[in-house]
């Protein structure tokens, strides 16, 4: 097996893109167990159940800045 070497790195804003793209991610994630978890325990989380829809349009804004990120090697 032949071991390549990725000598490509990311540049800081899509570094910060990155970072803020798990920070979205980990939203949707709460977003989708809000459903689960009582008001009454933790409040917030109910926030992110109603803003799961703005959430979602954000994935997927991300998910095509990725792709357009994305070069293919040759």
Known sequence: MI???NDRKLSKFNRFMLW???V???GLVSAC???YISPLLFWPIAFAGLAFPFIFILN???MLYWLAQFR???
């Open 3 to 5: 071991a390549v070497k």
């Open 20 to 22: 803020l793209n798990y």
């Open 24 to 26: 979205v991610i980990v």
């Open 33 to 35: 167990f809000a459903k």
């Open 60 to 62: 997927l804004a991300f």
């Open 72 to 74: 293919r090697a040759s």
